[in-house]
């Protein structure tokens, strides 16, 4: 009797936590869920991403807001494999772009604005596109570009980017394998009610 | 005859009409919909947010990247009305803050990252934090403090924020009065396809 109590304990157990794994958690709405369940995707299937996913995701972008409506932005998207194998030779360290079927590199328009507004803004436009990819099933994620000065040249060398123009980073996009889980980054001492 | 076909046809244009500004274009998903209704809201009705609301916004705006998982971030949450009353005193231009229910001020921690990265992270985490408030109905928008000193400071003294953090924005947050509607930004030029 002791061991049969036990014995459907124990199925009750694991099939509980089963369930919890299997049935994604509910946050209140699909665009909370999407936020929540966003991660950093850096192993892709090596498949190609779509014009026009890229073009949605772009659009995503082109949605954030910026200081004074100056819209200080431009973004360039790779998709063509030996301009995005020119740039793991030029950025080794960016070696997501070996399977990635694309790369967004999101540029900083300084001049329509002013330095610190166009980074903020640019990076308003990056959250966008990085829950476009999500909401779309594809991966991505922001690997910084700015404000390292040999990646910005090298972008800029191989790119075609103006010297006034910062290079922010380098999104590779590609269809996820599916190894890549969003991390829980919650920590209530980061929550100040009213004061700090 | 002439007429009433005339009639007919600017019946037909105004129903028309009328059916395309009443249904909300369909971008694909939920979480794209909800970028590209996103807008800077600034007229409140005055209604307080509730603190479940408010909590959903600073654990969406906690799901974004950070450049090695640093975390460079934290959130002062006010819904005290003295509070937003001081903070309006404090900085003038803030006028938004009068009918807001409540205001977030993302606050940068460049000394667990770097001063570029943290303001990089905590704008990701502003967007994020801007489209959980619109999927859940209430309006906000991102008003700027860095890299004004005198605003920054302003921030500093009212709420008790050390001076080795940055005060990023104010963020008013509330109940949307209806006025304000999404921008469309999207220009063609601002993307280029593989080159610059």
Chains 1, 2 share one sequence.
Not at 9 to 14: E, K, T, Y
Not at 158 to 169: R, T
Request: with cysteine; hydrophobic share 40%.
């Amino acid at each position: 009797m002791k061991s049969a109590i036990f014995t459907l304990a124990v199925i009750l157990f694991i099939g509980g936590f089963a369930c919890a794994q299997d049935k994604p958690v509910d946050y209140g709405n699909p665009t909370l869920n999407t936020i929540h369940s966003r991660k950093s995707v850096r192993n892709f299937t090596g498949e190609a991403v779509s014009k026009e996913d890229l073009q949605k995701i772009v659009e995503a972008g082109m949605c954030a807001p910026t200081a004074m409506n100056r819209q200080p932005w431009s973004f360039v998207v790779v998709t063509d494999r030996q301009i995005l194998d020119k740039l793991l030779e030029a950025i080794p360290s960016k070696k997501m772009l070996a399977k990635a079927g694309a790369a967004i590199i999101i540029c900083a328009l300084p001049d329509k604005s002013s330095k610190e507004m166009s980074v903020i803004d640019c990076s308003l436009a990056g959250e966008n596109m990085l829950l476009a990819i999500e909401s779309l099933g594809l991966g991505g994620l922001w690997t910084a570009a700015y404000p390292d000065e040999n990646m910005m040249s090298s972008l800029r060398t191989v790119l075609g980017i103006p010297d006034n123009v910062i290079p922010m980073n380098v999104m590779p996009i590609g269809h996820p394998d599916g190894s890549d889980k969003p991390k829980d980054k919650y920590k209530e001492e980061n929550v100040h009610w009213d004061k700090w």
